[in-house]
Nanobody, 121 residues
Framework: QVQLVESGGGLVQPGGSLRLSCAAS????????IVWYRQSPGKERELLTS???????NYADSVKGRFTISRDNDKNTVSQQMNSLKPEDTAVYYC???????????????WGQGTQVTVSS
């Protein structure tokens, strides 16, 4: 069983920063692409950032230049540094990872439980 656990959410003022982390635990052979999403009430889930197993990154236009994704393959963790936060960044943030639990096994899709980010004065 693989678990993804996000942390680092909270309340921050506009213009502030937060750093989210996502830690994968369990029986893990390898982790492929990791993605951060967010969802706020009444809105569709939005893909924000992604990072491949070799560190290639992609960013949604809404967060480009403000958010940075990084990963530590040795620790099976991924982080998302969020700067210049805006009220419209308020949402529940989720990490998603494709994980292989055995050699030559297939990748399965795992999600964390989410962490709330609220940007408000």
């Amino acid at each position: 069983q693989v678990q993804l656990v996000e942390s680092g959410g909270g309340l921050v003022q506009p213009g502030g920063s937060l750093r989210l982390s996502c830690a994968a635990s369990g029986i893990i052979f390898s982790i492929n692409t990791i993605v951060w999403y967010r969802q706020s009430p009444g809105k569709e889930r939005e893909l924000l950032t992604s990072i491949s197993s070799v560190g290639s990154t992609n960013y949604a236009d809404s967060v480009k230049g403000r958010f940075t994704i990084s990963r530590d393959n040795d620790k099976n963790t991924v982080s998302q540094q969020m700067n210049s936060l805006k009220p419209e960044d308020t949402a529940v943030y989720y990490c998603n990872a494709m994980v292989r639990t055995q050699y030559r096994g297939s990748y399965s899709d795992y999600w964390g439980q989410g962490t709330q980010v609220t940007v408000s004065s």
